[in-house]
């Protein structure tokens, strides 16, 4: 049986239309979360974190250390003169929202706290510690890969 032109032509359009809709379809199913829930509001606000962090690096020292067992150590050392009482660690996952992990913590003048990273999954981590100190709100950002 020969089949002509015209009639192979309707046959393609009509196998690719149906993989477009497949796509289409399979698309719109996929979730797609975002980074942040309220984007808009970080945005507008982060000019000021910008003008919270100038300056504190002589107060807050945030270090990534191995430990004698292979896994890594993060270090937050107060330095200020003054008890850091509301202070929020915040280690976020790019990849993973679920994976967020926020630790709420005090930090005395002139002491050490330290958060052993075992249990983090390998990859991408930004840590954000947020802290007020002198009745001022201050922000810090560290990335680090684990």
Do not use: C
Not at 5 to 24: C, D, N, P
Not at 64 to 88: F, H, M
Not at 113 to 139: A, I, V
Request: charged share 25%; net charge positive.
């Amino acid at each position: 049986m020969k089949i002509n032109w015209g009639t192979k032509l309707v046959f393609f359009a009509l196998l690719f239309m149906g993989f477009i809709i497949y796509l289409s379809v399979r698309i719109m199913q996929t979730d797609v979360p975002m980074v942040e829930d309220n984007y808009y509001e970080k945005g507008l606000n982060y000019q000021k974190e910008i003008d919270n962090s100038a300056g504190i690096d002589s107060m807050i020292v945030l270090n990534v250390v191995n430990d004698d067992s292979g896994y890594q150590t993060l270090i937050l050392i107060n330095r200020s003169s003054a008890d850091i009482t509301e202070g929020k660690l915040l280690f976020y996952r790019p990849s993973d929202k679920k994976k967020d992990i926020e630790v709420m913590l005090r930090i005395p003048a002139k002491k050490v706290f330290q958060f052993p990273m075992r249990d983090l999954e390998r990859g991408r981590w930004n840590l954000k510690f947020s802290w007020t100190l002198y009745g001022e709100q201050f922000h810090m950002d560290k990335k680090i890969d684990r």
